[in-house]
């Protein structure tokens, strides 16, 4: 049976090593149910008088960086869309920001184009480096990465890069670009002409949307957001050297796509708790996509399974957790829902449904479409809301329990239809004291300070 908005966490697994287990009454949908949650997260969200970013009492936000800003390293303007993101510790204290820029040709401010980090001078997405100082005030600013597209998500590594994704299937010839896109690219924080722009092609060449690291095995999970059907599949990458370290990606690997028997599309499974074990990893027969994207490829009698918005992927404990945003049946998919977290088990070989939202919410209000997400300081989850209306930056406790932490408020529309940035990026300084984030567009990087060990 469907998840409603009072089944949302019926059931649910472990992150980190921390057990959810309860139930949720209300999958919060508007400010005014804040006062309703009990004690769950902060508090009710109090409007900021900057209009910029709404936070429970007792917490502030600093902005880092905005689009169109001149870069502290002189190479340029702050680009347009920011997007994924991740932190890493630094000498004395320092931070490393790394960030996306899910930029297209149609993009209004591009990443840079520097000597030694630009894969395709025609393309206009990358990355940007922060370097904060212990207080987390930005010391420094430049270009990781250019020449890429339509960079989305990606993941840490765990010996401390950065693999950003591009979330495109365009080829040389395709909207001006001289190089085929679709590819993985490792990026160091603080050096990034250590890892300069190198495509993974190994990984494969497909709309990439993000990734988590198995740190035992070395095994890379990967999720495709296909916007169309057949939609996009969950991967993972056995890597030549599974021992890791910088630059080892490039020796190469084998790429395999999820099979779970019997269920050819996620949005299928809507009863949260619901396992399957056996699941099956097939090679990919063209990892490159030189003819056919990978997802119309020919993978057997049995096939392969498929889901809409598979977007963000984090490891937690002895599993790898990812999201399907949505699904719609309007649109191909199975059935109906408002977004699913699944957790796969690779000891066990079991795939478990933990969370689902909807169907049966207005996809008007806030708290469906989760997108990025991440490990909180409660041991909860962190979720960034990608749907339309007010956007939201939700946790999730260790009792199951859904609360706002934070709410946008750039109006980029007009009074009578605003439009509002979604959050992206979501993560944490090493020491769980400050959380970052970015909205969408306008472009802007937060870092909010408070009492997260509350």
Known sequence: MSATRRQVLARTGAVAGIAFTGSLSELFAGTAAAKGMGKAGYGPLVPDPKGLLDLPKGFRYRVLSREGDRMLSGEGQVPSNHDGMSAFGGHRGQVHLVRNHENRPTAPIRVPPVRGLTYDPEGMGGCTALTLDPEHRVLGERVAIAGTSTNCAGGPTPWGTWLTCEETEDKAGTNGYTKDHGFIFEVDPVDPHRTGAVPLKAMGRFQHEAIAIDPRHGI???????????????????????RGGLGSLRAGGALQAMRVPGVPDLSAIQETGASFDRVEWVDVPDPLAEETPIRFQDFGPKGITHAQKLEGCYWGGRSVYFVSSFARSSEGSAADHYGQIWRYDPDRRRLTLVIVFGPDTDVQLPGEEPDNICLAPSGGLMVAEDGEGAQHVYGVTTRGEVYPMARGRQNIGTPEEPAWGEFAGVCFSPDYDTMFVNCYTPGTTFAVTGPWHR
């Open 220 to 242: 890379v999970y990967e999720t495709e957001d296909a916007f169309e059907r057949p939609f996009g599949l969950f991967y993972r990458f056995l890597p030549e050297k599974p």
